[in-house]
């Protein structure tokens, strides 16, 4: 069995648990996996929970840089967030979570804040190339597209934890916080981004 199906197996069981209750023999055996096929892919379950981590960001790095490749729109940033946010379900431990990751997993905190800040700099670029098009208008200070994409980061990281307070852990709005989420750009349209923006959500077709 190669790492990356070992992974699939035991995420789902790392969704039900908290990180400081993580015992690897439970795991496994509610993943039905064997020590051997588990030390054959990693050394430990450090391991395997950095190098899943790692798969998380490689994905939603992908995500990323495809966003500007061709042209740029709305519809590609609303539907990046969505591919990100299913990214937070299926990893939802590591968002559950990530204060006492980031406090215990050096290698772990790393790599979220180089992805962070390579998240950062693609929104930045997209951001401009929405207003090179007339989607957005031009920053009205200086940093504002930053302000803009930090915004965006703080409730996309969070989104799953306000869920389970509000809704419950069985109950998962992806939609509505997509919706949610998205709504951070409305005081950066132009009468062009509105339109957009109005199609891309279906209230058009409440008009």
Not at 14 to 34: G, Q, R, V
Not at 128 to 133: G, N, Q, R, Y
Request: net charge negative; hydrophobic share 40%; charged share 25%.
């Amino acid at each position: 069995m190669n790492p990356n199906q070992i992974i699939d197996k035991i995420l789902p069981i790392l969704a039900e648990k908290s990180y400081h209750n993580l015992e690897l023999e439970s795991i496994l055996e509610s993943a039905s996996l064997s020590q051997e096929d588990f030390f054959t892919a990693f050394n430990n379950l450090d391991d395997l929970l950095t190098k899943a981590f790692y798969r998380l960001c490689n994905e939603a790095d992908g995500f990323s840089k495809s966003i500007d490749k061709f042209s740029c729109s709305l519809d590609k940033l609303y539907h990046l967030l969505d591919n990100i946010y299913h990214l937070h379900i299926q990893y939802q431990f590591y968002f559950f979570n990530l204060l006492e990751i980031m406090k215990n997993q050096e290698l772990i905190k790393d790599r979220y804040l180089d992805m962070i800040a390579l998240r950062k700099t693609q929104l930045i670029h997209l951001f401009k190339l929405l207003a090179t098009e007339g989607f957005f208008a031009e920053e009205k200070f200086p940093g504002s597209f930053e302000n803009l994409a930090n915004q965006m980061f703080m409730l996309s990281d969070y989104w799953l934890i306000h869920n389970q307070i509000v809704f419950g852990p069985d109950d998962i709005r992806l939609p509505y916080y997509n919706k949610l989420i998205f709504s951070a750009v409305l005081p950066y349209l132009t009468e062009k981004g509105l339109v957009d923006y109005k199609k891309i959500l279906g209230y058009e077709k409440l008009n």
